[in-house]
């Protein structure tokens, strides 16, 4: 994706922010713990917050957050639903916190939208040494075979090249900072998977794949013939078609930890 699509695309979730906030999952508890690699209670930056989905359950595990968001509309409805969490107007590229003063940097379905070669060195200023930057990723696992079957029809705009198990391991590969010049702040990556899940309907599980970036973008007339696929697919499976189910999912996390 050439920095003119990733702009397009990262700045697409606004128009969307509400029912991004009522239809995307939350994080696996035991994947932020492990992201955070420290002790309940630290000081976390969760960067490029969106609405907030990382930022919950952040605050569940006891963390201080401060959540941080470039886009108006998404940060609107982080304050309207975490009143309580400070949450700035900022970007990874330009993040508005002095040096050295939060214990972890968290990005949940947000790391892939950073220009790192900037925005590596912003984190590295602002976290102190021992710290965790960690990404998140929400991934279907199409280890299930409806599931698979899902990701088949949505299609990779629908689905997102980090979308599968597979996928999320190759896309956040080489994910790590080496390549910003910043290697020497930071340790090895590693990577690892968490169980999870998210009760869905049919109409609402539609409604979530239309809030992902590629969907967003695309012309209305594809758009809708995409959805009505994939609304086809979950009337037609057991699995899916009366009531509701639960998707089965992973939440991936690839972090590092500042030297």
């Known amino acids: 994706m050439d920095q003119g699509e990733r702009l397009l695309h990262s700045s697409s979730f606004g128009a ?77 590229e330009a993040i508005p916190l002095p040096d050295a003063s939060v214990d972890a940097v968290l990005a949940g379905n947000a790391m892939h939208w950073f220009d790192m070669a900037v925005a590596g060195p912003e984190i590295a200023r602002v976290l102190a040494p021992g710290g965790f930057l960690a990404g998140l990723w929400n991934v279907m696992d199409d280890g299930i075979e409806w599931v698979a079957g899902l990701a088949q029809v949505s299609g990779s705009a629908a689905a997102g090249p980090r979308d599968t198990p597979a996928n999320w391991r190759v896309e956040t590969a080489d994910m790590h900072l080496p390549k910003t010049g910043v290697a020497a702040r930071f340790g090895a990556p590693e990577q690892a998977e968490f169980p999870h899940g998210q009760r869905r309907t049919a109409d609402s599980l539609v409604a979530t794949i239309a809030t992902r970036a590629g969907v967003l973008v695309m012309p209305e007339q594809e758009r809708e013939a995409v959805l009505g696929r994939i609304r086809a697919f979950l009337a037609g499976r057991p699995e899916t078609a009366c009531g509701e189910f639960t998707l089965p999912m992973l939440t991936g996390v690839l972090r590092v930890r500042r030297l």
């Open 16 to 92: 969307a922010a509400a029912t991004y906030a009522e239809h995307r999952p939350d994080y696996a508890q035991a994947a932020v713990r492990w992201a955070l690699g420290l002790a309940p209670g630290p000081r976390v930056l969760d960067l490029g917050a969106g609405t907030g989905k990382l930022t919950a359950t952040l605050v569940a595990l006891g963390a201080e957050v401060i959540a941080v968001e470039p886009d108006r509309a998404m940060l609107g409805e982080l304050r309207r639903s975490l009143p309580a969490v400070r949450a700035l107007a900022g970007g990874a």
